[in-house]
């Protein structure tokens, strides 16, 4: 990128600083808490649907979810996995996560599927025994669209529509909008089961 590139938004903003202001505050106060609003009901929705565990709790930018079925969590109340929303390098990125969420900022937004190697033993072993498992152990799940990130971690991405963006937030409807991350945790619940073969061919090595 040129010098006048890199100068060309700092120009733009400060040409039109009264109308950035305007609308950084207008998306800070009125945008985010009303699609904030939205995800938790949809959130919560679908884990009474599907009778699972899970959270919805307030976030920088975006309501943090996480959610796992009841069969990962033991009898004295600990997991041995859960999946979280997120994106895909949350320590990379400078952008809006809503941006990301529509597509639209320097990352991806998805569900990761997070292991807690110490329900099974402790971190070396775990990372042991991950790295020694068979090619095919996760074949199925990058299949599914899963991306090993390392360590047992796997991600995939999903992006909500933006031709409508502007409409939905006019009309007050959001379900068209949605119908991708639906279809994602929809997935989330057909892929429970490869998860399971994933974590037993684990604990059975370890």
């Known amino acids: 990128m040129s010098h006048d590139q890199s100068k060309r938004p700092g120009q733009l903003i400060l040409q039109n600083l009264q109308l950035f202001d305007q609308a950084a505050v207008y998306f800070e106060r009125e945008i985010v808490p009303s699609l ?52 895909r390098d949350p320590n990379e990125t400078s952008s809006y996560r809503l941006a990301s969420l529509f597509g639209l900022g ?16 402790d971190k070396r072993s775990w990372n042991k025994v991950v790295g020694a498992l068979d090619a095919n152990t996760g074949l199925e799940l990058g299949k599914r669209g899963w991306v090993h990130e390392g360590k047992g971690w796997y991600f995939r991405s999903f992006q909500l529509s933006e031709e409508k963006i502007a409409d939905a937030w006019n009309d007050d409807d959001w379900g068209y909008t949605f119908e991708a991350l639906n279809k994602s945790l929809e997935q989330l619940a057909e892929d429970v089961g490869l998860f399971d073969q994933f974590l037993n061919s684990i604990e059975e090595k370890l």
């Open 36 to 87: 904030n609003a939205e995800l938790s009901n949809l959130f919560k929705n679908w884990l009474e649907e599907k009778l699972w565990l899970g959270a919805v709790s307030a976030g920088a930018e975006l309501h943090e979810f996480w959610c796992a079925p009841v069969h990962w969590r033991d009898e004295n109340q600990n997991w041995k996995a859960w999946f979280e929303l997120d994106v």
């Open 106 to 121: 320097d990352t991806q937004y998805g569900f990761r599927f997070c292991p807690e190697p110490s329900y099974f033993s």
